[in-house]
């Protein structure tokens, strides 16, 4: 049963902001480590952003720092994604992920939502 639902993506130009949101219907939430991850067409799923379980550290992909800001509300059960000065390459299906530790691993992520698109036109 899928417990992490996202929202929030669409198609935007470039230089624009989006702002995703991933709702957390489990228990464990506020104990674990919450990440974004997107996939482009033909390529692989990258990392994009992790947070740790208080919200206290981020980490972030090269590509994205400066640019994005992951954050998360453990009482509403919510992680975010805020994405500022969007480029055409930032264009994927954006994944909403959770594991018990490690913000700054890139792997070992074990839920996963369904994704949401964004498309960003140049």
């Known amino acids: 049963q899928v417990h992490l639902v996202e929202s929030g993506g669409g198609l935007v130009q470039a230089g624009a902001s989006l702002r995703l949101s991933c709702v957390d219907s489990?228990?464990?939430?506020?104990?674990?480590?919450m990440g974004w991850l997107r996939q482009a067409p033909g390529k692989e799923r990258e990392f994009v952003a992790g947070?740790?379980?208080?919200?206290?550290?981020?980490h972030y992909a090269d590509s994205v720092k400066g640019r994005f800001t992951i954050s998360r509300d453990n009482a509403k059960n919510t992680v975010y994604l805020q994405m500022n000065s969007l480029k055409p390459e930032d264009t994927a299906v954006y994944y909403c992920?959770?594991?018990?530790?490690?913000?700054?691993?890139?792997?070992?992520?074990?839920?996963w939502g369904q994704g949401t698109q964004v498309t960003v036109s140049s």
């Open positions: 992920a959770a594991k018990a530790y490690g913000y700054e691993d890139h792997e070992g992520y074990v839920d």
């Open positions: 489990g228990r464990a939430f506020e104990i674990n480590v």
């Open positions: 947070i740790s379980w208080d919200g206290t550290y981020t």
